[in-house]
């Protein structure tokens, strides 16, 4: 598929480790998993669905952590524990009534190909897999986990001339 541009992207489809993780997998003494997610990725999330745009999670694993974090930015589209990435997100679009040329994706390692291979306008964070860096519409200066969602996030909405509207939600 060709690249879409960026200002008729109206849905955003997220992975988690490496996009909004950096990645890491921390594991306590009872081995259960806890995640450090980026307040600005989040924040800027909320935004994006207050403009009146869609969000979904699909990642490989399964997380409590990812699960509470997800019910605490209102995204009820989540897909934990997708084998076929492909398959979660032709269900996510189907269900959202979302044609895939108007998704954005984010994804930083091989097992995301297959949702950015379908969205109109995939990206990844700066230390993705270099594969990727190759076939992405745009490559986010940030890390995964440190921004990376964040910046894609304004980087659709100053497309579509809408990035001032979202800061002046927070201007007195």
């Not at 999670?57 to 524990?81: D, F, W």
């Amino acid at each position: 598929m060709a690249h879409s541009r960026p200002e008729d992207i109206t849905f955003l489809v997220l992975d988690v480790d490496g996009c909004l993780t950096d990645g890491t997998v921390m594991l306590d003494h009872d081995g259960n998993e806890t995640k450090r997610f980026n307040i600005k990725d989040g924040l800027g999330i909320r935004v994006w669905q207050d403009l009146g745009y869609g969000v979904a999670i699909i990642t490989g694993r399964t997380s409590g952590s990812l699960a509470a974090r997800a019910k605490e930015l209102g995204i009820s589209a989540v897909v934990q524990g997708a084998k076929r990435k492909a398959e979660a997100l032709e269900s996510v679009l189907t269900d959202a009534g979302v044609d895939p040329a108007h998704a954005a994706a984010i994804g930083d390692d091989w097992n995301d190909l297959p949702v950015l291979e379908r969205v109109g306008y995939p990206a990844c964070p700066a230390d993705a897999s270099a594969l990727l860096h190759e076939i992405v519409a745009y490559r986010c200066g940030a890390r995964g986990g440190r921004g990376a969602v964040r910046e894609l996030i304004e980087h659709l909405l100053a497309a579509k001339g809408r990035l001032g509207e979202a800061a002046d939600r927070y201007r007195g």
